[in-house]
């Protein structure tokens, strides 16, 4: 019996080290819609109280809005933004920067920083234009 737990043991940390990314990729990811806060106010507020982000993986599932952003989303840490596109028609999350309270519209929506630092975005619309259909010609 001694054995048989040892052994099974060994194969869970195996299976561990293989494919952890699969194996804790559900703990690691945040479904987050477009009603509500902004998606810099939900990625930038997902932290613990150490400061350390919860998640690095936030997957978007909204496709009858937008998601917009108030401010660039500044991280030293790892960052995965996921569109999931819907099963039939292929549409795609979209992106797209509100207007500020002095009617000007954030022009950077992702800085990332660190040497190896890495940021992935995949399934995703990004929209230039406002919701005030103003383009941001700045830093954006």
Do not use: W
Not at 25 to 35: E, I
Not at 58 to 78: A, R
């Amino acid at each position: 019996m001694k054995q048989f737990v040892t052994a099974a043991f060994v194969v869970a940390m195996l299976a561990l080290l293989v494919s952890p990314g699969k194996v804790l990729a559900g703990s690691d990811t945040l479904v987050v819609y477009a009603n509500g806060r902004t998606l810099d106010q939900v990625i930038l507020g997902d932290t613990a109280g150490t400061g350390a982000k919860l998640h690095h993986v936030y997957q978007l599932v909204s496709l009858d809005t937008t998601y917009i952003f108030d401010g660039t989303i500044t991280t030293s840490e790892n960052l995965t933004i996921l569109g999931v596109p819907h099963p039939t028609t292929g549409k795609l999350p979209c992106i797209q920067p509100d207007v500020l309270l002095d009617n000007s519209i954030p022009g950077v929506l992702f800085t990332l920083n660190g040497r190896s630092t890495k940021g992935t975005l995949k399934n995703l619309y990004l929209l230039g234009i406002a919701i005030n259909n103003k383009v941001n010609y700045g830093s954006g």
